[in-house]
């Protein structure tokens, strides 16, 4: 118990220190942009693919349904409802947590094993702001985009399906997915994908950053970065999305 709670304060600081960091000049725009491009590359083709994938099951299963009981001109709203408000944000972050976050903690475990990062620490450069801070930075900034990207790969996919099976058009498909939504059911769903890319780039890069078991630790950073990392989104979406039904009474109707 007692490893435990060290365990947990030695994380709080961890990020706190990058909240910190991230206000503290100088910006590694640089290093920023580079790990913007590699989280995007690394997520964008397979998020577009399960987004694809589970828009044509989603709609397979809920056209059953839904044809059942006389409502299945509803299936384009049911889909786009499901993708926005839940699916398309915590199926992007869980994706992510196991491409990106296994990345991000091998290789900064490597580094630490390899001594690259002592390495930079003796050019005088600060290595936790070079190396940590832009990690989690851009998994803030690219998880939204990359949600959207699942989103909308689910209503394509959603459209092949129900194309195949009712031979919908594209315009009233459109017009019968988007007629239940509001900016409400969009926007705040997508944004709270930054909090889970936090906690994704923060988790990762402790366990990357901080392990001190050599090459054996590798294997274990990235391990423990995507399960870890993947237990607390699950924890944040519950929370988060109670904060948003606070917030817009409206979308929990």
């Not at 590798?218 to 237990?231: E, H, I, P």
Request: glycine letters at 10%.
């Amino acid at each position: 118990m007692k490893r435990f709670f060290e365990s947990v304060g030695r994380f709080a600081r961890f990020a706190g220190t990058v909240i910190l960091d991230v206000f503290r000049p100088p910006i590694e725009w640089e290093q920023l942009w580079r790990q913007i491009g590699q989280v995007g590359s690394r997520s964008f083709p397979l998020c577009a693919a399960a987004g694809l994938a589970c828009g044509v099951v989603m709609t397979l299963h809920s056209r059953t349904t839904l044809v059942r009981f006389g409502a299945g001109s509803m299936v384009p709203m049911v889909q786009s409802l499901g993708f926005f408000i839940e699916i398309g944000p915590l199926l992007t972050a869980l994706l992510a947590a196991g491409r990106v976050g296994a990345g991000i903690g091998a290789v900064l475990s490597n580094m630490r094993a390899t001594e690259q990062i002592d390495a930079v620490e003796a050019l005088s450069i600060d290595s936790f702001k070079y190396l940590v801070v832009p990690r989690v930075l851009a998994c803030v900034l690219v998880l939204p985009l990359l949600t959207i990207f699942t989103d909308f790969s689910g209503l394509l996919g959603g459209y092949f399906s129900e194309f195949a099976a009712a031979h919908i058009s594209g315009p009233l498909y459109i017009e019968r997915a988007f007629s239940g939504l509001t900016w409400e059911n969009f926007i705040p769903p997508t944004l709270k994908t930054s909090v889970f890319g936090f906690i994704i780039g923060t988790v990762s890069a402790f366990f990357g950053y901080t392990t001190n078991e050599g090459a054996e630790g590798v294997g274990r950073a990235a391990t423990n970065s995507v399960v870890l990392s993947s237990l607390l989104v699950i924890v944040a979406d519950i929370i988060l999305v109670r904060c948003i039904f606070i917030v817009f009474p409206e979308t929990a109707l």
